[in-house]
């Protein structure tokens, strides 16, 4: 079957780095894709990677490896905004987006 | 418009009773599609639609349909709801496939009583 795997939570204080990491197995592969979604609002474009290696934006940076069916977010300079669920996907043979359950991320003071 | 919007925002439904969400965007994207995301499961696609007159099925479709008259509207009919149908739903759009950046409507809240 397809599965992706993140973890449920994390906390992290405000100003650190903090990495989150995303396992995926799925029929085929075309591309991982994170997402940002803030409580009670719609998810929110982070970043695309399809190719291996580190792909940077800002404080945000995200990795992939297709040998090893994975993915990391990282954050930099954490601020109290970045308090939010961080969604991993995966893209199927047939075009479809495998989505995680999300890693709630919680940033303390 | 700017972008995709859904209504209603929020609705309390009884059970057996027939709703439809509807789901507009203004992107002339050709891709859309129709998501639940329940409390620890995340996103669950339920349609979607690759372009105008075209649609297909998700992950999740029974008890739920679509329709793509047009490029910009995606309604979602559930024909006779039932109370674990309870969940958040969103609309989204991109400009081609799922390779694409998706556009996420506001969502509707949906209780099923």
């Known amino acids: 079957g397809q599965n992706i795997d993140q973890p449920t939570e994390m906390t992290a204080t405000e100003g650190a780095i903090v990495q989150i990491n995303c396992t995926y197995q799925?029929?085929?592969?075309?591309?991982l894709f994170w997402y940002q979604q803030h409580a009670g609002e719609a998810p929110t474009f982070l970043s695309y990677?399809?190719l291996d290696g580190l792909e940077e934006k800002g404080r945000f940076s995200s990795f992939l490896s297709r040998s090893k069916g994975y993915s990391y977010l990282l954050l930099k300079e954490l601020q109290m905004k970045d308090s939010a669920s961080y969604l991993c996907?995966?893209?199927?043979?047939?075009?479809?987006?495998?989505w995680g359950a999300g890693t709630k991320l919680i940033i303390k003071p | 418009i700017a972008g995709i919007t859904q209504a209603p925002t929020s609705q309390i439904l009884a059970a057996g009773r027939r709703m439809t969400l509807r789901c507009t965007q203004d992107?002339?994207?050709?891709?859309m599609y129709w998501y639940r995301q329940d409390l620890g499961l995340g996103l669950r696609l339920i349609h979607y639609?690759?372009?105008?007159?075209?649609?297909g099925k998700g992950e999740v479709p029974d008890g739920y349909s679509v329709s793509r008259a047009n490029t910009d509207d995606f309604p979602l009919t559930l024909a006779s709801a039932v109370p674990s149908q309870t969940s958040v739903y969103f609309c989204?759009?991109?400009?081609?496939?799922?390779?694409?950046?998706?556009?996420f409507g506001p969502g509707t809240r949906l209780t099923v009583l």
């Open positions: 996907a995966a893209v199927d043979s047939n075009y479809q987006l495998i």
């Open positions: 989204a759009s991109s400009d081609t496939d799922s390779t694409d950046t998706q556009y």
């Open positions: 990677n399809v």
């Open positions: 799925t029929s085929g592969f075309n591309g």
């Open positions: 992107m002339r994207h050709n891709a």
């Open positions: 639609s690759n372009t105008a007159g075209t649609t």
